[in-house]
């Protein structure tokens, strides 16, 4: 016998016993003289496939006799009730519900559970679904889903639930989808492979399944003992897709603070520039992920720099995310399944940077049907296909974009610029197989390549390669191990040729083997555990710098070759405390170690490290050990809920960097090496400690989320003044390394229901850095704390999304931020009738402040549903207001005058109209 | 059963990204701390050496503001010292230094005692040897300008450089052209108060010669190279917007042996200098001289005290007939008949010249006086004992 929650839980069932009639009935067959009703019943529980549910007292003194020889259900609850006011409804296949009264309409306060049981519901208000039902606005039929079956159960023991939930037209897992059930509070989200699972008592429960982009399923899911069950979900047509913000798990992502979780499927209504949609320009609307500039490589996710943010695609690490020196990111858009962003609480399985992980999950190939979609931008031209090789079993996916034109050079007014030629494209296959339920093997593989060349002066090439594998296995809904395999490898080249004398041609490369077993446990309801350790050998090849042609003397540098093994141990443990706290306690223990052979300097004792005060070489056979560092890095977090619709989180996130990049401009170029610590640099070192305040106001479809954080890394690597990173292989002798303290406070009200949503995000944030070394030389700006390049204390952004009719929809986008800090001039002097600049402390100035509002329109074609040809047009402007927004300022001397310019990437609004068409009608997405 | 199913992005109209370019100006209300600025370098060079002392300016008003009254020493490593006097008021403080100390191999420091009694003391630089200029030259070349079709013709001057490996391996270039040029017109025909003046052809004010110094810094190491040497190192550019290729041009070169300090310092002045559109963006590089407080080595001065032997070399350049001047000024002509009356006294003297009209006839005609006078444009008449 189990608890019963509301009547109207069992009024939601009520449709269901029609829909069920065709199940085969039970049958009872018993013979009892004067027994209790309860003992009668747990009699029948016990040998039939069906459940009781009343409240106890009810039946306290209700004694019956039968002598039943298969007897339906409902006829003999007619019998046994025939002689009280007590009602009932009986669901088939084996659900009893009574009611207190024969023809009982008004709710009922709530059961008890006759055993004592803690899984009833806490609180009477009526959830948004159920009011639904009340006033009966709701008409749609709710599916019951049975989990597992009488035989198994174990007598109330709460049990392991799994659930698997696909796309129903593409057959495809659904990541990020969750299930909610209202009365216990408490949900689960699927992981990339399409599974949740959910500690659950034995009963009835009504639930709500959530995907972006997907029709909500209601229903009730009668769990019976441990099993499984699988849901597909249809995709949502008529409302605009959305950016969900993850942090409440009533908004379908897990509980983890500053936790972002983008859709791509936003990405089709917002504008874009030059038709070109892009992730990581939809990031940077997120509070807290700002980039140095327009058009600039690299992001900057809560006061880190560019180098600390790991991007992931399928468990590829991507060592530069970026086309065409940042204009695009390398991650085809059209693939990309689901994109969550860590940059709070980073999940114990995930280290090696301070500031953030980014996610990409890619489409894994549709296992129903063919399928193919592709576009064509201004500039680049991209193709994808899916398609089933054994339907429902073994599915593949290929895609490939390329630039077809560097057209918008051409049109440029520098003559360098003007000169030059761009070209990248990136190549993405997967191949998926469902050998059975619970054995899953993907495999990825990927490809990015740019290439640029200044006007002959400078020529860049870079690329990114990797594969994975990953194969998951279940040994049971309560534990699932998932192992990886992943090599992958980046490397860049370039060609400077602009002085004959010293061209030269220098290629790195950096190649990364990782191996990662992960498990998932549930041991118990309110218990869940996530274990696993992390194996990495990375090995770079800093390469040569050769000379270049017959006429260059430039002189042959060897950068070197390293080899680092980063190992990590973790456990990520989830605990429920009661109805409203949980905890999360997570525990990294990372460990690095740097291996020969190589070269390695000592200096002398409080020396600077240059050139002169070398006191000794010290040579390191091939695998011997040369330094190596470990770090206990502690992931943990609180969850306290004040209502259903409101809770505050709090974290503390310790993090670790072992490989860093080199990079002495602004934003990140495209021949920044990635350097691993060793013996003379330590390895950055982070921690974070953020609240966060989320609620929901159900009935507007509105939730608003704070959050605020504190976060100071230590020993974070700064280049020195005029650092060239190409003389020396001792990199030691080029940098520093101080802290950095960021701070800030984010806000944003979201609005993801409803033909007018959208977000507006506010957030106030600073970065600093302070290097300031036991002695002068080891100071930049003279030890004295100065703003980060991307500090931009406050960013506002507004994105509106307004459908007015299903053919016409708008979209609107705003963003303000403070000017990135600069370094300007506080004086003029003359040397020899020149004038110099005697600069202001490192950036003690702003450029100013930026603001962009973009646009655009899309038109959809008629909606008849047999067609053979769907289109639509999209009118996009992009700096709508046509602001020259200043993305940096430079003095130069003219004729012995000194002049100050700001130069804006895009100083004009730029309008792109295009044509989209697809086969099929308006729904068939 | 599988359905295909197809999109594809068709582009109409996309617009070029635009990028632009704007003056900018600092924020007229930011606080000025003058810094001192000292403009020194000793040099073998022989005549007399001079040390320019001022404060740094506010970037928007660059006004260059003297400090008078220093008392100015350099001194060897042996004690010797030298005064510079000061010519009054204008902060130029001037010395000859005798050829028995300007020695390569000696180390020379520079010593300022402010009128408020702060004293700035240098470290000691070293005079360091410079190997001759191997050779100097010029490549007629055709550069891009932000307009697509238009070509910017001229002269890219290089520099070789063979030193052997008993020279130092940082130079530095300072460029001084001369060049020739002429009027529009010489003088024919002018009116003044006194009334018309005629003249046959008058040429004494057609031929000038006018000097410059290159102000940008030239800067090399061969650190890095296989040898002591550079073939090619890129001097300037004369464009043909100018007279300067169309007659006789001479550039001089001087070249500078330095040490490595001096070298970097003037290396990050340059980079900090430099016009950069970079498409990453770098810091300005912070600079610090060899030139400090007395009391607070972290308080240095603007400016390096440098010392070095020079070796120099002139080049004399004819002509270049490859060239095609279109871009060079033209003067304007009023025909007098076309005038409503005589220019005044303000413009005297007025000066008339023959061009012809409409119908190929000559007629007098009135144009500026630069078209006339060519030390109006800030040359000489005195012809440089180096013309050929």
Redesign the interface.
């Given at each position: 016998m189990k608890q019963l929650t509301y009547l109207i839980l069992f009024l939601i069932l009520l449709p269901c016993s029609l829909w069920a009639q065709q199940v085969e009935q039970i049958q009872i067959s018993r013979t009892y003289d004067t027994v209790s009703f309860v003992d009668l019943v747990k009699e029948i529980e016990r040998s039939n496939p069906i459940r009781f549910f009343f409240k106890k007292e009810w039946v306290d003194d209700l004694t019956v006799s039968i002598a039943a020889q298969k007897i339906p259900v409902p006829d003999l609850m007619d019998y046994l009730l025939a002689n009280t006011k007590l009602g009932f409804v009986y669901q088939s296949p084996g659900i009893v519900f009574l009611l207190p009264e024969k023809n009982y309409l008004t709710p009922i306060p709530p059961y008890n559970s006759p055993v004592g049981e803690d899984l009833s519901p806490q609180a009477s208000v009526t959830t948004k679904i159920e009011e639904k039902y009340l006033q009966g606005r709701q008409p749609d039929m709710i599916e019951t889903i049975v989990v597992g079956s009488r035989e198994k159960a174990e007598n109330g023991k709460p049990v392991v639930v799994q659930g698997h939930l696909t796309d129903t037209e593409s057959g495809e897992p659904l990541i990020g989808a969750t299930m909610y059930i209202p009365s216990l509070k408490k949900g689960a989200a699927t992981g990339s492979n399409g599974l949740m699972s959910l500690v659950l008592k034995p009963g009835v429960y009504s639930v709500v399944f959530q995907n972006m982009g997907m029709k909500q399923v209601k229903g009730n899911l009668d769990v019976r003992s441990m099993g499984d069950f699988s849901l597909s979900m249809e995709p949502q047509l008529q409302t605009i897709e959305e950016i969900v913000v993850a942090g409440d798990e009533e908004q379908t992502r897990g509980s983890k603070l500053g936790m972002e979780s983008v859709s791509v499927k936003t990405m089709k209504e917002l504008p874009t520039l030059?038709?070109e949609k892009d992730i990581l320009k939809v990031a940077q609307m997120l509070p807290g992920i700002v980039s140095?500039?327009e058009g600039?490589?690299g992001v900057n996710v809560r006061g880190g720099n560019a180098d600390q943010n790991l991007f992931y695609i399928n468990d590829i690490p991507i060592y530069n995310s970026s086309h065409l020196?940042g204009f695009f990111s390398s991650i085809n858009s059209g693939i990309v399944e689901n994109f969550s962003i860590y940059k709070g609480q980073v999940p114990a399985e995930f280290g090696g940077r301070l500031s953030s992980v980014f996610n990409v999950q890619t489409r894994r190939g549709n296992k129903k049907?063919?399928?193919?979609?592709?576009?064509?931008?201004?500039i680049s031209a991209n193709a994808e296909i899916e398609?089933p090789i054994v339907e429902d079993k073994v599915s593949m996916m290929l895609s490939a974009r390329s630039s077809y034109s560097d057209?918008?050079l051409k049109?440029?007014?520098?003559?360098d610029l003007?000169?030059s030629r761009a070209s990248f494209y990136d190549f993405a296959a997967a191949l998926d197989f469902q050998l059975d339920d619970n054995d899953q093997v993907a495999v990825f593989v990927y490809n990015s390549h740019d290439q640029f060349d200044l006007n002959d002066y400078t020529d860049y090439q870079y690329g990114n390669q990797g594969g994975s594998v990953n194969y998951v296995h279940r040994f049971s809904p309560a534990l699932k191990s998932t192992l990886s395999a992943v090599a992958s490898n980046y490397n860049f080249s370039t060609t400077e040729k602009r002085?004959?004398?010293?061209s030269y041609t220098h290629a790195y490369s950096l190649d990364h083997y990782e191996i990662k077993t992960k498990w998932n446990w549930v041991p118990h309801e309110n218990h869940q555990v996530t274990a696993g350790a992390d194996l990495i050998l990375y090995q770079l090849d800093r390469g040569q710098v050769n000379?270049y042609g017959n006429?260059s003397?430039?002189?042959p540098?060897d950068l070197g070759n390293e080899k680092g093994m980063e190992t990590a141990f973790f456990v990520d443990d989830n605990i429920a405390i009661g109805p409203r706290l949980s905890l999360n306690v997570g525990l990294r223990y990372s460990m690095f170690s740097e291996i020969g052979p190589k070269t390695v300097r000592q200096y002398l004792p409080g020396a600077a490290f240059d050139d002169i005060n070398v006191a000794e070489i010290n040579t390191y056979e091939k695998d011997e050990k040369i330094v190596s560092f470990q770090n206990p890095e502690l992931r943990a977090a609180l969850d306290f809920k004040f209502t259903r619709n409101s809770s505050m989180k709090l974290s503390v996130n310790q993090m670790t960097q072992y490989l860093f990049m080199l990079s002495?401009?602004?934003?990140?170029?495209p021949n920044d090496q990635w350097k691993m610590v060793d013996s003379h640099i330590n390895p950055p070192r982070s921690i974070q400690y953020s609240a966060g305040y989320f609620h929901d106001f159900p009935r507007t479809g509105l939730s608003f989320t704070g959050e605020v954080y504190y976060k100071q890394a230590k020993d974070v690597v700064e280049y020195k003044?005029?650092a060239d990173f190409l003389?020396t292989p001792y990199v030691e002798t080029t940098i520093l390394q101080g802290k950095q303290e960021a701070y800030g406070a984010e806000f944003m009200l979201n609005k993801t229901t409803g033909r007018f949503n959208g977000w507006a995000s506010y957030t106030y944030s600073r970065s600093l850095i302070t290097v300031d070394g036991a002695n002068?030389f080891q100071d930049?700006?003279?030890g004295k704390t100065y703003p980060s390049?991307f500090d931009k204390p406050h960013v506002a952004n507004l994105v509106l999304n307004y459908k007015l009719l299903r053919r016409i929809s708008f979209s609107l986008n705003t963003f303000y931020n403070t000017g990135r800090p600069i370094?300007?001039?506080?004086?003029?002097?003359?040397?020899?009738?020149?004038?110099?600049?005697?600069?202001s402390e490192?950036?003690a100035y702003r450029i100013p402040d930026y603001f962009r509002m973009d646009a655009s329109i899309k038109l959809e074609g008629n909606l008849k549903s047999k067609k053979l040809m769907h289109s639509y047009w999209q009118i996009s402007i992009y700096n709508l207001t046509g602001r020259?927004n200043?993305n940096?300022?430079?003095?130069?001397?003219e004729?012995?005058?000194?002049?100050?310019?700001?130069?804006?990437?895009?100083?004009?609004p730029?309008?792109?109209?295009?044509?989209?068409?697809?086969?099929?009608n308006y729904a068939?997405n | 059963m599988q359905i295909t199913k197809a999109l594809i992005y068709f582009v109409l109209i996309g617009i070029a990204l635009s990028s632009c370019i704007e003056r900018y100006y600092l924020d007229s209300d930011r606080e000025l701390n003058p810094r001192l600025v000292v403009d020194a370098t000793i040099t073998n060079d022989g005549g007399e050496q001079k040390i320019v002392i001022s404060w740094s300016a506010d970037p928007e008003f660059a006004i260059f503001q003297p400090v008078s009254g220093c008392v100015v020493r350099v001194e060897d490593k042996q004690g010797n010292q030298l005064y510079f006097n000061e010519s009054t008021g204008s902060g130029e403080y001037r010395a000859i230094i005798g050829d028995q100390y300007l020695r390569t191999g000696s180390e020379f420091r520079l010593l300022i005692d402010l009128p408020d009694g702060e004293q700035y003391v240098s470290r000691f630089e070293k005079m360091l040897p410079c190997p001759p200029i191997e050779s100097v030259y010029y490549e007629l070349e055709s550069k891009p300008t932000n307009d697509p079709n238009i070509n910017e013709e001229g002269a890219q001057f290089y520099i070789d450089l063979n030193a052997g490996d008993s020279y130092g391996r940082f130079f530095r270039w300072k460029l001084q052209e001369t060049w020739e040029y002429h009027s529009s017109f010489p003088i024919t025909r002018y009116l003044d108060e006194e009334g018309w003046h005629n003249y046959g052809e008058d040429y004494s004010f057609y031929t000038c010669y006018r000097t410059e110094d290159i102000k940008k810094l030239f800067l090399l190491s061969t650190r890095g190279l296989k040898d002591n040497s550079y073939e090619m190192f890129p001097l300037h550019f004369v464009n043909d917007h100018t007279q300067r290729l169309k007659h006789q041009y001479s550039l001089l070169v001087k070249q500078y042996s330095l040490t490595e300090e001096a070298w970097s310092y003037w290396e990050k002045l340059r980079k900090n200098n430099q016009e950069s559109v970079d498409m990453f963006g770098k810091q300005p590089v912070s600079v610090r001289g060899n030139i400090f407080n007395a009391k607070d080595s972290l308080e240095t001065a603007l400016g390096y005290f440098s010392v070095s032997s020079v070796s120099s070399k002139r080049i004399q350049v004819d002509g270049i007939e490859d060239l095609h001047f279109y871009e060079l000024p033209v003067c304007a002509v009023t025909l007098e008949k076309d005038m409503e009356e005589l220019p005044d006294e303000d413009d005297f003297p007025a000066y008339f010249t023959q061009v012809p009209d409409e119908n190929q006839k000559l007629e007098w005609g009135y144009a500026n006086s630069g078209c006339f006078i060519c030390t109006m444009h800030g040359g000489t008449l005195e012809k440089p004992s180096y013309w050929e």
């Open positions: 030059m038709g140095v500039g600039s490589a020196f049907k063919f399928f193919t979609q592709g576009g064509i931008s201004p398609t057209w918008i049109r440029l007014d520098d003559p003007r000169n002085l004959a004398t010293e000379p006429e003397m430039k002189l540098v002495n401009t602004i934003s990140i170029a003044d005029g003389t002068n930049i700006n003279q390049n370094t300007l001039p506080k004086g003029v002097y003359h040397i020899e009738h020149q004038p110099f600049v005697d600069y490192r950036n020259s200043a940096s300022i430079f003095f130069t001397s004729d012995g005058h000194l002049r100050g310019y700001q130069y804006s990437v895009i100083g004009v730029i309008f792109t109209i295009s044509w989209n068409w697809k086969l099929g068939n | -």
